[in-house]
T-cell receptor, first 111, second 114 residues
Framework: GQQVMQIPQYQHVQEGEDFTTYCNSSTTLSNIQWYKQRPGGHPVFLIQ?????EVKKQKRLTFQFGEAKKNSSLHITATQTTDVGTYFCAPDTGTASKLTFGTGTRLQVTL | DTEVTQTPKHLVMGMTNKKSLKCEQH?????MYWYKQKAKKPPELMFV???????INESVPSRFSPECPNSSLLNLHLHALQPEDSALYLC?????????????FGPGTRLLVL
């Protein structure tokens, strides 16, 4: 099956520092979604990327889809404590309805 | 209304008990999902209902039995569970179950099997 690894597994930053998580697939993806799960919470949709090389921004968050559509990244500029949580990529598996989550990157932000 | 609700929030059950988890959405979505999530792991898909028909069963043991009474409701019936089934059970919904659809998750039910 499709292997979707995210790195790093965990990152601890001080507030104001930048953060990046990478999602790597062994196969070419048609599209990819990103979700955030706060501690004790549930996954919440952030964005979907579809086109090769696509870049989308949401305030301090920048999402990229690789040119070969095998990887994606999420970059947070100047982290805040509200960014704490686990970020999951979720590539399209090629099967209708089926969303497979990446391994996730847990972000901890301290003052 | 973009909310998916789940009840109960927490559930403790013995291995001989029978219980049910409930999920409801009023977004007019026609696809609903059950996921299982263990601590510090990603959600794992269990079942998908599309237009009230079971479309995906990810080889889930028969002690988990899903039911979709109508397009707004999704149940998960539990019977003779094992301690390793303790996890967060998440319900989600999406527009129609097509590829690449955004999924909206409920808050989950935290299940402890003793």
């Amino acid at each position: 099956g499709q292997q979707v690894m995210q790195i790093p597994q965990y990152q601890h930053v001080q507030e104001g520092e930048d953060f990046t998580t990478y999602c790597n697939s062994s196969t070419t993806l048609s599209n990819i979604q990103w979700y955030k799960q706060r501690p004790g919470g549930h996954p919440v949709f952030l964005i979907q990327l579809v086109k090769s090389g696509e870049v989308k921004k949401q305030k301090r968050l920048t999402f990229q889809f690789g040119e070969a559509k095998k990887n994606s990244s999420l970059h947070i500029t100047a982290t805040q404590t509200t960014d704490v949580g686990t970020y999951f990529c979720a590539p399209d598996t090629g099967t209708a309805s089926k969303l497979t989550f990446g391994t996730g990157t847990r972000l901890q932000v301290t003052l | 209304d973009t909310e998916v609700t789940q009840t109960p929030k927490h559930l403790v059950m013995g291995m001989t008990n029978k219980k049910s988890l409930k999920c409801e959405q009023h977004m007019g979505h026609r696809a609903m999902y059950w996921y299982k999530q263990k601590a510090k792991k990603p959600p794992e898909l269990m079942f998908v209902y599309s237009y009230e028909k079971l479309s995906i069963n990810e080889s889930v043991p028969s002690r988990f039995s899903p039911e979709c009474p109508n397009s707004s409701l999704l149940n998960l019936h539990l019977h003779a569970l094992q301690p390793e089934d303790s996890a967060l059970y998440l319900c989600a919904s999406s527009h129609g179950g097509g590829r690449g659809e955004t999924q909206y998750f409920g808050p989950g039910t935290r299940l402890l099997v003793l």
